[in-house]
């Protein structure tokens, strides 16, 4: 059932990946101050009458929110196959677990090491960002989802994150570009990702699994679950990071009315491209939650109430027509098997979001955001301090094509090294088969008639083969 030539272990690799991160850790992972039990010096030094003023208090609820999307959200939403829903929850679970402690570590390098003493020092915003660099290799892993192995997926989140690092640094470091709820630098840069790893591992038999594919009525309410949880949360998300008071404010009252937006065009969308007006859970699971990504970039900007209703407007309607027109096209043109449809609701958002991001900053004006609302919202202090809001425009969109070529090149490279016979991936007739990685229980197996098709994130796949 499974390829198994000079086949790497699951257990060896997780035992000896853990292993290393304990050394790591150990060598260079340590408390910030508002972690460390010097917090009490920290305060009598700095004036700080109450331990309500400890980064803790400011950011952990937005943690928390993340934290559910991360594990909860994105693993539910990927347990629309029928028969894949342990795979997609468990196998979440492990790539989250496993690429947080190295994106602790690989951001920790980029952006908080100290010279003096060559440590990482942690907190609750530091935790918050793993989360963030997990997400855009949970975003990746939907383009493969069910037609490859765990190893593969743990080989694929290592590069993914290390990839994600350098692409963040690059992007918030040296370009100067703001991207608090990351349309570019994790939905644009994992949707990429994610789809070249799938174009390199083209299956052209992958119709031998054929009756696997698709939903049922329940995997599709547990899909559903997932939806809920991301768009309820996906304020937190484009907010977590921001400054706090009126920038984090805003992003969390922009992302709650451009995601209200666009269920209302996504509802619209789905039942006018049904002959008979119904309803498809695809479009409603999935493009119900583009506006979010859309507004990562320009969600702590003056883009106004309106202005997120619009994009929440038009997000719907595009990542709705991606389902029914682009993601066939994806496939039987480009050779492009896209499992969950992260085109649609990751990367063409996300390049959205993108564009947004550099017309509104290249739009920014005094008037609107007052000289020192300037300053605080795209940070021009220190060796930026000279930008005007046009050059921000600028690198706002230089920021995105830096996304996209990480994602490209980045996921033919490790798609090339995903494709040697080492790794105990599935057979082309045992994908999005959770028997082929999960002991299943005898009562749940459940007969599977072959002509059973109610529903697929490639909804069109069959008519157009």
């Not at 440590?119 to 530091?126: C, L, P, Q, T």
């Not at 490859?148 to 100067?176: C, D, K, R, W």
Request: net charge negative.
């Amino acid at each position: 059932m499974v390829n198994t030539n000079i086949r790497l272990t699951l257990p060896v690799v997780c035992f000896v990946w853990q292993i290393a991160m304990i050394i790591l850790f150990g060598v260079f992972i340590r408390y910030d101050e508002e972690s460390d039990t010097h917090w009490v010096e920290t305060k009598a030094h700095d004036n700080i009458t109450s331990d309500i003023e400890n980064d803790f208090y400011f950011r952990y609820p937005s943690f928390q929110d993340v934290h559910v999307m991360i594990f909860v959200g994105f693993g539910f939403l990927m347990t629309f196959l029928k028969r894949y829903s342990f795979g997609a929850v468990g196998f979440n679970f492990l790539v989250a677990s496993f690429g947080l402690q190295w994106a602790l570590l690989m951001q920790g390098w980029f952006h908080s090491l100290d010279p003096q003493t060559g440590k990482i020092f942690i907190g609750v915003e530091s935790l918050i960002n793993a989360d963030f660099c997990v997400a855009g290799c949970l975003i990746a892993y939907g383009a493969v989802l069910g037609k490859v192995s765990p190893v593969q997926l743990l080989v694929m989140t290592l590069f993914g994150v290390t990839l994600f690092a350098v692409e963040e640094y690059i992007i918030l470091n040296l370009l100067h570009a703001r991207d608090a709820g990351g349309s570019m630098v994790i939905h644009t840069f994992g949707g990429y990702y994610g789809l070249t790893i799938s174009w390199v591992l083209y299956r052209p038999n992958l119709n031998q699994s054929k009756r696997m594919q698709g939903s049922v009525y329940h995997s599709d309410i547990f899909a559903m679950i997932g939806t809920l949880f991301l768009w309820m949360f996906w304020p937190s998300f484009n907010s977590a990071i921001t400054d706090h008071g009126d920038g984090q404010h805003r992003a969390a009252i922009n992302t709650y009315l451009c995601l209200a937006s666009t269920v209302l065009t996504t509802v619209a969308i789905s039942s006018l491209s049904q002959k008979t007006g119904k309803l498809d859970m695809v479009h409603i699971q999935n493009s119900t939650l583009a506006g979010g990504v859309a507004l990562g970039t320009a969600a702590e900007f003056m883009i106004s109430p309106y202005g997120a209703l619009i994009v929440g407007f038009f997000c719907g309607i595009i990542s709705t027509m991606g389902y029914i027109f682009i993601s066939p096209f994806l496939e039987k043109t480009l050779k492009i098997q896209d499992t969950c449809g992260i085109h649609n609701l990751h990367a063409m958002p996300g390049v959205i979001g993108g564009i947004v991001g550099a017309i509104t900053a290249a739009a920014a004006s005094e008037s609107v955001y007052g000289k020192q609302g300037l300053i605080n919202t795209f940070d021009f202090t220190g060796d930026f301090k000279d930008r005007t809001v046009l050059t921000q425009g600028g690198y706002q969109a230089a920021g995105m094509c830096v996304s996209i070529v990480f994602g490209v090149v980045g996921g033919a490279i490790v798609g090339s090294i995903l494709r040697l016979p080492i790794w105990g991936d599935p057979a082309d007739e045992n994908c999005f088969d959770d028997e082929v990685y999960w002991e299943v229980k005898e009562e749940h197996q459940e007969s599977i008639p072959p002509i059973l098709e109610y529903n697929n994130h490639m909804i069109h796949k069959q008519q157009d083969l």
